[in-house]
């Protein structure tokens, strides 16, 4: 814009700008300083989310025709190599599994139960960092969530996952039968105020934060 109105008025780098168009860069630059303070801004949200990025994996598969996307997201669950991820058409060839850092592995599927939509790989890796499954924590409305997934394949080296950040919209019991085995389900249901079903989001980390963000 600036240069547009120098090349429009035959002003030179030296030359003085009106006081309108000098007021105006002068806001321009406030604005710009500000949303770089802002992004930079210590918030305990940047943590948790570049922690939980160290601990999605990118698996890659079968797809790509018919329009099936040949990649979904996983979640390591032990330090020797585990991952939780969906069962899914990706998984039907032996895949591939690239690290936060980069670093790409072979995978094998160890685990498996369909009418859970549940799989579990393993890569011969060790001393990673992992998400601990052994716990359960009470969900209530309103809690702060953030979503952890190789979202449209943005990342697909040593990119960190993409986040989404959400709220817990509500919680209700279903019983009923779900996914495409109709498997039984009776148990607490969880509605989120975030979009975290795009390609790529299968297997992806959701994670509550039970805290001041």
Request: hydrophobic share 45%; glycine share 8%; net charge negative.
């Amino acid at each position: 814009m600036m240069i547009s109105y120098m090349q429009r008025h035959r002003l030179g780098w030296g030359d003085r700008l009106p006081v309108d168009t000098q007021i105006t860069r002068l806001i321009y630059v406030c604005l710009l300083s500000l949303t770089c303070s802002w992004i930079q801004a210590d918030s305990p949200i940047v943590g948790l989310a570049r922690d939980s990025q160290k601990r999605v994996v990118k698996i890659y598969g079968a797809g790509g025709i018919a329009g099936l996307e040949a990649y979904q997201s996983g979640f390591i669950v032990s330090p020797e190599g585990h991952i939780a991820t969906a069962w899914s058409y990706v998984l039907d060839v032996e895949p591939i599994v690239l690290l936060d850092d980069g670093r790409r592995y072979e995978a094998e599927i160890v685990g498996f139960e369909p009418a859970l939509e549940l799989a579990v790989l393993k890569i011969e890796a060790s001393d990673l960092p992992f998400f601990a499954i052994d716990e359960q924590l009470e969900v209530q409305w309103g809690d702060p969530v953030i979503a952890v997934s190789n979202l449209f394949n943005i990342a697909t080296g040593d990119e960190p996952a993409s986040v989404l950040q959400g709220t817990v919209a509500a919680v209700s019991n279903l019983n009923a039968r779900r996914g495409t085995l109709k498997t039984p389900y009776s148990g607490n249901v969880y509605i989120l105020d975030l979009i975290a079903n795009n390609p790529g989001a299968a297997g992806a980390l959701w994670w509550i934060q039970q805290a001041d963000w």
